[in-house]
């Protein structure tokens, strides 16, 4: 993930940011292919408000294609509320 502060502001500080990632899960480890991973990207808003905490807004899509799924969109909508467990 990477943060541009958009406005320092105290009262609402508000980060734009464009993250990749990618991961996979496997039901044994007979089948477990590290390099077998499913990958995406996107772009975000972070806001802090000293009276609500942190909230986002992302959008990411999916480069892979998924089997189960075939007629999911590539890309969604996310909204968060509070950090993340890794930015506690």
Do not use: C
């Not at 508000?14 to 390099?35: H, K, M, R, S, V």
């Not at 000293?50 to 969109?73: K, Q």
């Amino acid at each position: 993930e990477l943060r541009y502060l958009v406005s320092p502001n105290p009262s609402a500080t508000i980060y734009g940011l464009g993250f990749l990632e990618a991961g996979n899960t496997w039901d044994n480890f007979i089948d477990y292919q590290p390099l077998a991973v499913k990958r995406s990207g996107g772009v975000g808003l972070r806001i802090f408000l000293p009276m609500f905490g942190l909230m986002g807004l992302d959008y990411g899509w999916r480069f892979d294609d998924l089997r189960n799924a075939p007629n999911m969109p590539r890309g969604q909508f996310h909204f968060t509320i509070g950090m993340n467990l890794g930015e506690l």
